[in-house]
Every structure is written in C-alpha cells, then in structure tokens.
C-alpha cells in the first residue's frame, strides 16, 4: 500500500470491558458520550479521512485486485500485472489442478492455491 500512516484498530467503546459486547465498531448514540463528541483522550472514531486512497480502493493487501475463477477458461480475461486469482470454493481437486498449472504458465498470482501447492512449491 501506498499510504504508510497508522490506521487506528476502531473497537466498540466499552468492549474491553464487557463480555456481551462484541469488538465491531458500533456508532454511540448516546447523550452524553464523549466518544460521540470525539473528546481528547477516548477511543478513536472512524471518520472520512481514515479511508483509503482512491486508486488503493478494492485492492487485496498484495496489491492485486482480486478475481473469482472457477474453470480454466476463466484465466484468458485475467490481466497478470494488476488482477490475482482467487480459485472458487465450489472448484474441486482436479480443477485446481488445473487452474494451478494453466495460471503458473500465464505468470498469474493464486491467492488460495491450496495446502498441496504450497507444499510442493
């Protein structure tokens, strides 16, 4: 990514301290909550300047943008240098196989090769 600065870990206020609370950022709505009116020293809140720059939008951490393959054919609209691959759930072994070894040839990045390709690599 191009943008080096430190995005902050935005967590429900209060989860740390309450069990039955979940850690996913919830807005508070509350009267008098200082997270609400962003008082210095409280949890961070998400705002429009956190988010990523446009040209970085959608991008997988790689730098790839991802595509769902599930057959062999699907690889000749791939573009090697800005799309990765990710092989569908629903693609058995064989068809792995062969996506692996057709996107290997194109130069193609795989995203989820599989515990076998990694072993064999």
Do not use: C
């Amino acid at each position: 990514m191009v943008n080096a600065r430190k995005k902050p870990s935005f967590a429900r206020w209060m989860s740390s301290s309450y069990a039955r609370l979940d850690d996913s950022w919830r807005h508070p709505r509350g009267r008098h909550s200082k997270v609400r009116r962003r008082e210095k020293g409280k949890v961070a809140m998400p705002f429009i300047g956190w988010g990523a720059q446009k040209s970085e939008r959608g991008k997988h951490p790689s730098g790839f943008y991802e595509t769902v393959v599930s057959s062999p054919t699907d690889l000749k609209n791939v573009d090697a240098g800005t799309h990765a691959v990710k092989i569908s759930a629903t693609v058995g072994k064989r068809k792995r196989g062969e996506i692996l070894k057709r996107a290997a040839e194109m130069k193609i990045k795989v995203l989820n090769p599989g515990m076998k390709a990694k072993q064999n690599e």
